[in-house]
């Protein structure tokens, strides 16, 4: 069994107050759990209004299959996020 955990680092420049922030997020989060089927939460810089950590998490029994969806999501977001990744880093476990 491998876990995998995707870690973005997001900064939202346009964003006016928490309340843009987690529009971005919340649809965001909806769409990748919807479409992957796995865990997503906002797990840093909660009270921050234009910079937030995401963290989604995957399990499968085939490495490549974690991988393969990890970047998926990854792609995912530099597209449809509504902000600027600034960071990302994938784990295994």
Do not use: C
């Amino acid at each position: 069994m491998v876990v995998g955990v995707l870690s973005l680092e997001v900064l939202f420049p346009y964003s006016r107050s928490l309340k843009d922030k987690r529009q971005h997020i919340k649809s965001f989060k909806d769409r990748v759990r919807n479409r992957h089927n796995v865990s997503v939460a906002e797990v840093d810089f909660q009270d921050k209004w234009q910079r937030a950590r995401i963290a989604v998490a995957a399990v499968n029994s085939r490495p490549h299959d974690v991988e393969d969806l990890l970047n998926r999501i990854l792609n995912e977001a530099e597209e449809f996020l509504g902000g600027t990744i600034v960071d990302h880093r994938i784990d295994y476990f």
